[in-house]
């Protein structure tokens, strides 16, 4: 029997490239990243988390001022949102002033950046059987826990009407109630 001779048949030449385009898309595939489902947490998590924070504690410092001076001692609580070296919140404190011889009471907004803060709002002097009212704004520098400042309060009466205060307060964080760990 003779052998049987096939002719040579040459395969196209856009096969290979198929299949180098098939490789390569099939690699793009892989490794493009996938969207996770929305109930998945992160492995883990770069930067701050934003966390509400409730802060007490004292405070401390002297009045100053043309009229009377002296010095004060009292409470600070304030309840803030931390997100990225920046808060936000609310805050009340009330001291006795020895110099003016009154118990204050002050409240407001309070927001910062980094160590640079700024609160104000309505505030109350309550001396001599009498309630005045008035309003107060602090700046203050905080590092950590200690912190000093400079308040202006203002009181429509006819003496000790403009009161201004250099201090210092050490505030903890109490609790995190809000999204901290």
Request: aromatic share 12%.
């Amino acid at each position: 029997m003779e052998p049987t001779v096939r002719p040579m048949v040459s395969q196209p030449r856009w096969r290979g490239a198929t299949r180098v385009c098939v490789i390569v898309l099939a690699a793009l595939g892989v490794s493009l990243p996938r969207s996770a489902a929305a109930d998945d947490d992160p492995a883990f998590t770069i930067g701050s988390r934003p966390a509400w924070f409730l802060l007490g504690g004292v405070t401390s410092g002297g009045t100053v001022g043309p009229d009377t001076t002296g010095g004060y001692v009292g409470a600070d609580l304030s309840l803030a949102r931390l997100r990225d070296s920046n808060y936000i919140g609310f805050y009340a404190d009330g001291y006795y002033d020895f110099g003016i011889d009154a118990t204050y009471v002050t409240g407001g907004l309070e927001l910062g950046r980094k160590i640079l803060g700024f609160d104000a709002g309505p505030a109350l002097r309550i001396a001599g059987g009498g309630t005045d009212v008035g309003a107060t704004a602090r700046i203050n520098l905080s590092i950590g826990l200690f912190g000093i400042y400079v308040r202006y309060a203002y009181f429509d009466t006819m003496s000790d009407d403009h009161v201004i205060q250099v201090g210092g307060m050490l505030k903890f964080p109490l609790v995190s109630p809000f999204g901290g760990n």
